[in-house]
């Protein structure tokens, strides 16, 4: 079993609707939880990024930590044909020190239609 | 400010010859990490560095592979008698503090 589990989608929507992004943990340990986009053939872009459980809002974008059922997911409000990508979540585990590994999810490819 | 940078962007080589994939961190940024995605997988962690440190290198493959991140200059990741399977988009990010990571647009390395 992955630590991380995303489906992989596709997932195709349009434009305009409320979309919403899942992701599900196995490692209890996972205290930071981050979202990325990532367009075809380009680097991840840090989306969202929340540490614990709780919601956290950033303009049409809501991320939400639910630590008791391993459940994270990100909201897309009034999509756009500009957020067709793929969606990554990631998490890390808190170290002493600074360092923190990712481990991702598989990523959602996401179209939004015009 | 500028991002993440990596090069090259692209890189071929045969097999059995040596690939090495620079990485210039943010400025100010001084925690670099390395990732590989393979096609059609999620990005999986290699190593991470701090200057002249090597901190975890928990993710990298035993043989071939190495890392370093010296005092000048950028970090880099050095493949030894690259194999067909090392053919992967390889990806750079850098942290000031180790909780949020900004990613360079990687490396995507193909190997005949």
Not at chain 1, 40 to 56: A, C, F
């Amino acid at each position: 079993q992955k630590e991380v589990e995303q489906d992989p989608g596709p997932l195709s929507v349009p434009e305009g609707a409320i979309v919403s992004l899942n992701c599900t943990y196995s490692n209890s340990a996972f205290q930071y939880f981050m979202w990325y986009r990532q367009y075809s053939r380009k680097g991840p872009e840090l989306l969202m990024y929340t540490y614990s459980s709780g919601n956290k809002e950033d303009g049409r974008f809501t991320a939400q930590v639910d630590k008791s059922s391993k459940y994270i997911s990100l909201f897309i409000r009034d999509s756009q044909p500009s957020d067709s990508a793929t969606y990554l979540c990631a998490m890390s585990a808190y170290s002493s020190g600074s360092a923190r590994q990712l481990t991702f999810g598989s990523g959602t490819q996401l179209t939004v239609l015009p | 400010n500028a991002g993440v940078m990596q090069n090259p962007r692209h890189l071929v080589r045969r097999r059995g010859q040596e690939a090495r994939l620079r990485c210039s961190p943010m400025k100010g940024h001084s925690h670099v990490y390395w990732y590989r995605q393979l096609p059609e997988e999620g990005l999986k962690f290699m190593v991470y560095l701090q200057k002249e440190n090597i901190i975890d290198e928990s993710g990298m493959p035993k043989e071939r592979f190495s890392a370093e991140f010296p005092k000048e200059g950028p970090s880099i990741l050095r493949i030894q008698q690259v194999v067909r399977g090392d053919s992967a988009a390889y990806f750079c990010a850098s942290s000031p503090s180790g909780e949020t990571q900004y990613f360079g647009p990687g490396t995507r390395l193909l190997v005949l």
